[in-house]
């Protein structure tokens, strides 16, 4: 159960990071936005080492199919987007492999 903790934090705490940089980049928002997007990039990385497993490519792989499932959620409550039924189709095509 602390693994599925640790594999939830570690995604939104990815995503955040990226947004940041997103936002800079894209969206022409002030770089005091990269402050907290390194931030969060790095506690990303600190987060993904605690989870219960020896071999870091399945620790990747398991995460993979939780960051996908994580961005929906972030579409919807972060950017306000309603994810469409492609959204839903890819991200189960992924998760299933």
């Given amino acids: 159960m602390q693994n599925i903790l640790f ?9 955040a990071g990226c947004y940041a940089f997103w936002l800079v ?17 790095i506690l990303f990385a600190f987060f993904l080492t605690k989870i ?13 199919g939780i960051y996908i499932a994580s961005t929906i959620f972030w579409l ?5 987007f309603i994810p ?10 992924c998760i299933l492999g």
Avoid: H, M, Q, W
Avoid at 76 to 80: A, I, K, T, W
């Fill in 7 to 15: 594999f939830t934090v570690s995604a939104f705490l990815e995503i």
């Fill in 25 to 41: 980049i894209k969206e022409n928002k002030s770089a005091l936005y990269l402050i907290p997007g390194i931030i969060s990039l």
């Fill in 52 to 64: 219960d497993s020896n071999l870091a490519g399945r620790t990747y792989a398991t995460y993979g």
């Fill in 76 to 80: 919807y409550f972060v950017e306000g």
């Fill in 84 to 93: 469409d039924k492609g959204d839903f189709i890819g991200a189960t095509i």
